[in-house]
């Protein structure tokens, strides 16, 4: 049996003052970094997600599924989503994940994208 503090996971969300702004979440125990930001607000993100790590586009499929792409980004989370934004379509939200305080390796990102494909290409509402 599991005790009540066993399944918590502590996490510290930096509210934004904007409904537009992004809101990002820290997860330390994990020394993780992970943002949700809209495509239209991808230009307010800050110097601290030009790191390496993974991101996924969502976007609205239908009444009851999703699209979902997942991408690396070795050499900057905020260049390469700014990228998407001019360059891919059907996406409105994007979820970009990072180490706290550093970038993830370039085989920690390759397996990551892997892994978070894996997992979405077997949720059924996701396309």
């Not at 125990?29 to 969502?58: C, F």
Request: charged fraction near 15%.
């Amino acid at each position: 049996m599991t005790s009540a503090a066993e399944d918590v996971i502590a996490a510290t969300f930096l509210l934004p003052t904007s409904s537009a702004a992004p809101m990002v979440i820290e997860l330390p125990h994990h020394a993780l970094r992970v943002v949700a930001v809209s495509k239209e607000s991808v230009n307010l993100l800050d110097e601290t997600w030009d790191t390496s790590g993974i991101y996924v586009l969502l976007g609205v499929a239908g009444p009851e599924s999703f699209t979902a792409y997942v991408g690396k980004a070795p050499s900057g989370l905020r260049s390469r989503v700014t990228q998407h934004v001019n360059t891919r379509d059907g996406w409105n939200r994007a979820l970009l994940v990072c180490q706290i305080g550093y970038g993830f390796s370039s085989a920690a990102v390759g397996w990551l994208e892997g892994r978070l494909w894996d997992v979405l290409n077997a949720a059924p509402a996701a396309n």
